[in-house]
C-alpha cells in the first residue's frame, strides 16, 4: 500500500490519502479538475472498483494461485536460504490467504475466480476504449488502472489467470504503453514493447 512519511514520524496510508495530502499540503494541482461533475463521481467509483476489488483478484493469482513461483521470485533473492525464505513466505501467505477470504474471493473456486478476472479484464478495455478512460482526459483513475495493467504484464509468470484476459483486448496493451511513454519515459518495461 502506497504510503507518506512526514518529518513528524506520522505516515499517510492509502493512495487517495496520499493525493489529497499533497494537494493540500504541497500544492499539487487537482489532475481530476478537468472531469465534468459526473466523469467525477464514476472516476471515484471506478477508483473504488480497481482498488477494493480488481486489486484483490490480482493478489489471488500472485499469492493463491502461483503461489510457488512469486516465493521464489520474489524472495529467493532476498531470503536466499531457503527454510527461511519457506517460513516467511508461510507468515505472509497465511496473512493475504485470510484477507482474501474476508473479502471474499476465496470464497469462491478457481473457475469462478477466473470468470470475475475475464469481466474485469473486459470492463477495463471497455472503460479505456481507443482514447483512454474518459475520452483521454487526464485523471487520477488512469493511474490507478495504468499501475494495475503494468503489475499484469511486467510479471506475466505471476499473472497467469490475468495475462490471457488482457491479452484478448489489444487496446489496454496499446494504452499502457503509450501512458508509459508519455509519463515514464526513462521507464523500460521487462517486456518489449
Not at 59 to 68: A, L
Not at 81 to 105: A, D, E, W
Amino acid at each position: 500500500m502506497p504510503f507518506i512519511s512526514l518529518p513528524s514520524g506520522e505516515q499517510i496510508g492509502d493512495s487517495t490519502l496520499c493525493y489529497k495530502y499533497l494537494q493540500t499540503h504541497k500544492g499539487v494541482p487537482d489532475i481530476d479538475a478537468i472531469l465534468s461533475e459526473t466523469e467525477r463521481a464514476s472516476a471515484t467509483a471506478y477508483k473504488a472498483w480497481l482498488e477494493e476489488y480488481v486489486y484483490f483478484l490480482l493478489m489471488w493469482d500472485k499469492w493463491i494461485d502461483n503461489w510457488y513461483t512469486t516465493r521464489e521470485s520474489f524472495f529467493a533473492q532476498s531470503i536466499p536460504i531457503y527454510p527461511l525464505r519457506v517460513i516467511v513466505f508461510n507468515i505472509i501467505y497465511r496473512r493475504i490467504s485470510s484477507m482474501l477470504y474476508t473479502k471474499g474471493i476465496t470464497r469462491h473456486s478457481k473457475g469462478e475466480i477466473q470468470g470475475f478476472i475475464a469481466e474485469s479484464a473486459r470492463a477495463m478495455s471497455v472503460l479505456v476504449g481507443d482514447k483512454g478512460l474518459f475520452d483521454g482526459k487526464k485523471c487520477s483513475v488512469s493511474a490507478f488502472m495504468l499501475g494495475l495493467l503494468v503489475s499484469i504484464y511486467e510479471w506475466p509468470e505471476l499473472n497467469t489467470s490475468w495475462i490471457p484476459e488482457v491479452e484478448k483486448y489489444p487496446n489496454l496493451k496499446r494504452w499502457m504503453e503509450r501512458m508509459v511513454k508519455e509519463y515514464f519515459p526513462e521507464r523500460k518495461l521487462k517486456y518489449q514493447m
